[in-house]
């Protein structure tokens, strides 16, 4: 074998063993997260229309159905579930009185802003506990790469 061909395939290696690495941390780092805002005992259907709502704004259930890839029952379910947990609320369409805009409540909003600073005091107390300031530079040139990873 040529000297190049096995730098190459040296080099294909240690990329692979990179990807599940970086694939094995960023799942823990993303589930440590989860755990410090925790969202409750949500569904993922449940929290991807949650989700959606916030993206995209208020919509009419059978929208949020088409839009999720379900059944209008099926999405009616999940609605009339966070009804009741108070994440968001029904009003008349003004358009069509015959449908319903579901929109996001304020409670809603105010939990998920809370889940979400403590997830991120959580990481930056983490950071400044456990890497210098050397490490937290190295850290933000890490960063940089993995959106460019995201950019391709």
């Known amino acids: 074998m040529k ?3 096995a730098d190459s395939e040296s080099a294909d290696l240690d990329a692979a063993a990179l990807a599940a690495e970086l694939h094995i941390v960023a799942g823990a780092l993303k589930r440590r997260l989860r755990e410090q805002g925790d969202l409750g005992d949500l569904t993922s259907a449940q929290k991807s229309v949650l989700l ?5 704004g208020p919509a009419t259930g059978s929208a949020l159905a088409r839009a999720e890839a379900m059944r209008p029952q099926s999405m009616g379910a999940i609605i009339a579930a966070l009804e009741a947990a108070g994440y968001v609320a029904g009003a008349p369409d003004p358009s069509d009185g ?8 304020d409670h809603f909003r105010t939990w998920v ?6 997830r991120k005091d959580w990481l930056l107390r983490a950071l400044q506990a456990r890497l210098t300031a050397q490490e937290q530079r190295q850290l933000a040139g890490a960063v ?3 959106k460019r990873l995201l950019d391709s």
């Not at 959606?52 to 995209?56: A, F, V």
């Not at 015959?98 to 409540?105: E, G």
């Open 144 to 146: 940089d790469l993995l």
């Open 3 to 5: 000297p190049e061909a």
């Open 113 to 118: 802003a809370a889940a979400r600073a403590a």
């Open 52 to 56: 959606r709502l916030e993206r995209d």
């Open 98 to 105: 015959r449908q319903t805009i579901i929109s996001l409540t």
